[in-house]
Structure formats: C-alpha cells, structure tokens
C-alpha cells in the first residue's frame, strides 16, 4: 500500500527512460541524473556502517526520486502522445494528475532534512572519574544524563539509568539516589540522547546543590558534582 505510489512512478518511469537517453543532445544529461544518486547509495551501502555513509545512503534517495519522477513526466507525455486524440476525454488529464499525487505522496521528505543535535563526542577525564567514583562508591545505582549513564553502562556494566535526570528535568521530580550534576548543563543541556538536549539553568542546578549533600567535587573545566539528595532512598 505505501509504495505503490512509487510503484506507479517507477512504471512510468520505464516507459520515459527509452525516451530520454534516445536524444543525442540530453539523452547522457538525463541518463546520469538517475544514475549518479543510484551510483552514491551503491558507493555507500558498500563502503560500510559509519554515520558519514549512513547519511549519504539516506539523502540520496531524494535524488533518486527526483530522477524518477522527471523519468516518470516524460513517459507520461510519451504515452499521450501515442494515445492520439481517439483516447478517452479523461485519460490525458488525468495523466499529470495521476503523477504529482504519486510524487508527492511518495516523497522522501522525512529523509531530506536529518535532524542534528548536540552531543559530546569525547569523555573528559574529569567525567570519567566521576562516573568512576559513583560507581564504586554507589554500586551503579546512581543518575546522570545519558552521556554519563552512557560511559558506565559501557566500561562497568551497570544499570545506572538517565531516567530519573530527565523526570527532574522535565517535572521538577527530584531523584531520590545520587545525581552526577555536571556544570555545562546550565550551557549545553542534559544530554538526553537520540532527543534533544533537555534545557535547564544554573540557578535550578545551584538551588539542587545548596539543599542537598554535594559528596564529590570534580574540579576540571566540565565540572562534575555528585550529589545525594536529602531524604531520598538511596535508590532509583
């Protein structure tokens, strides 16, 4: 059902490629058109798994439909054209019709735009005594945001979890287990990756801090606080 749209491009698409590569002057024009963007996605699908080429893969269908549907125009008047005038009053104009609702319906608009967001790319070594000391000062059950939570899951095998960050973040609901605060929140956000940063401020984080029991002090340029909340469980 959803790609039958594109199914009826690709049709008249088959019809106009004939057609298009049959001109001496904009037959090779046309022809690399549909090519080049086919030609990019067969480059990257081949070339591995990164982020750079998964990106390519995904932008390149744009093209590739942008091809199909100039394929797609020119079978289209190629099959009016041999109807002649015996065909059925409503045929040529559906034809056109027919066509933009196929285009756009089946266009690749989601993919056209990839949303970037703010993240740290590298862990300091600041972060990662931090999250070092949680971890064996607080057995894994501690919070952060995910780039934190990220580094203990992968070098400790930990379940700390940036759940209760965000609810902190986003209702005002204070973790009852220890919390890695980091400083460039109030600048950057929490990380609350594959979303958008979470806002927040530095009066919010200093309030957090002056009526709980700040347990560490990182000191670096990034710097990191661990803080137990007053009257929590202990526990996430």
């Known amino acids: 059902m959803y790609t039958a749209p594109l199914a009826v491009l690709v049709v008249f698409a088959g019809w ?3 057609i ?22 067969g480059f990257a699908l081949t070339a591995g798994l990164s982020p750079e080429y998964w990106v390519l893969t ?5 093209f590739v439909h942008l091809s ?8 289209a008047i190629g099959l009016g054209r041999q109807l002649g005038p015996r065909a059925l009053p409503l045929i040529k104009p559906a034809l056109p019709m027919v066509l933009i609702i196929c285009a756009l319906v089946s266009a690749p608009l989601a993919f056209a735009g990839l949303p970037v967001f703010p993240y740290e790319s590298t862990t300091t070594t600041g972060q990662f005594q931090a999250v070092t000391f949680a971890t064996e000062q607080f057995n ?14 992968n ?3 930990i379940g700390a979890s940036p759940g209760p960050t965000y609810e902190w973040m986003e209702d005002g609901t204070v973790p009852s287990c220890p919390v890695i605060v980091q400083e460039s929140w109030s600048k950057t956000g929490v990380q609350a990756f594959p979303t958008e940063p979470i806002a927040t401020d530095s009066d919010q984080l200093l309030q957090f801090q ?12 990034t710097q990191q606080r661990i803080i137990i909340p007053s009257g929590g469980s202990g526990s996430c």
């Open 58 to 62: 995904i932008r390149s269908q744009t």
């Open 16 to 18: 106009g490629i004939p």
């Open 210 to 221: 002056v009526q709980n029991h700040v347990v560490y002090h990182g000191g670096s340029s």
């Open 68 to 75: 199909v549907i100039t394929m797609a125009a020119i079978g």
């Open 140 to 153: 894994g059950n501690w919070t952060s945001d995910d780039h934190l939570t990220r580094v203990g899951s």
């Open 20 to 41: 298009a590569i049959g001109r001496i002057t904009s037959g090779p024009v046309v022809l690399a058109l549909l090519l080049a963007p086919i030609v990019c996605s």
């Open 155 to 157: 070098y400790y095998d």
